[in-house]
């Protein structure tokens, strides 16, 4: 299932916006338009009932690339690669919907910018779970907080393997098993502490809970990376 069909596009942004449009390490396209075309993609063609195994199989072999760049007369272009082009069509879709999405966005600069830190009394095992093929679980979290807040951007999480004592601590389901694991949760917008802390609680007795659907994304990604933010 690897990327074999190719489409290029304008698009309508400046060169001098690319940076802001990809995001950190390619955040922002990965959350907004790669990880939902996969989701839709795999919803077409797989059945309606699959393993979790063979899901996430086919999770890790639907190659989705999507390249910005500028072009020779100045303008910027998208290069979708994808395993098809009915996949390529649900791509650029994405990328039309982003684009509008990120031309009606007004400065930021004015906001607060709030930082929240938690230490989990969760195993360190669990983290690939909560981020999920490609951050697609944590995603979830990311978009969830900023719905409940209002935010015009969604916030950045990141996970440590080590941290103060000095946080919130938080602890969960019996069933899961305990140990230690920081988090940061990042974002501009008014202070919500309780808020952001009751979503982070039942984000993760939801993900962990024994009983996952065969969509829970989890694994293949690195602990260190940047959520969110677009």
């Not at 063609?45 to 910005?68: F, H, M, P, Q, S």
Request: hydrophobic content about 30%.
């Amino acid at each position: 299932m690897s990327g074999k069909a190719e489409i290029v596009s304008p698009l309508e942004i400046k060169s001098e916006q690319i940076g802001l449009f990809v995001g950190t390490k390619g955040c922002f396209v990965k959350g907004k338009i790669i990880i939902p075309s996969k989701k839709l993609y795999l919803k077409i063609i797989l059945e309606t009932k699959v393993t979790r195994d063979d899901y996430d199989k086919a999770w890790r072999a639907c190659g989705i690339n999507c390249n910005i760049s500028t072009g020779e007369d100045g303008g910027v272009y998208v290069n979708i690669k994808s395993p098809s082009e009915e996949c390529n069509k649900i791509v650029m879709k994405k990328v039309q919907e982003y684009t509008s999405e990120f031309n009606k966005k007004k400065p930021t600069g004015g906001q607060n910018k709030n930082t929240y830190n938690f230490k989990l009394l969760i195993d360190s095992n669990y983290v690939g779970r909560l981020i999920g093929v490609e951050g697609s679980k944590i995603t979830e979290l990311s978009q969830s907080i900023k719905t409940t807040l209002n935010l015009e951007r969604n916030p950045y999480i990141r996970f440590y393997d080590d941290g103060t004592d000095n946080v919130e601590t938080l602890s969960f389901k019996p069933e899961i098993n305990s140990g230690k694991v920081w988090l940061s949760i990042s974002y501009g917008g008014e202070k919500a502490f309780l808020k952001v802390k009751s979503c982070l609680i039942e984000f993760i007795n939801d993900t962990l809970s024994d009983e996952q659907g065969h969509e829970s994304d989890d694994g293949g990604f690195e602990a260190d990376e940047l959520v969110g933010g677009w």
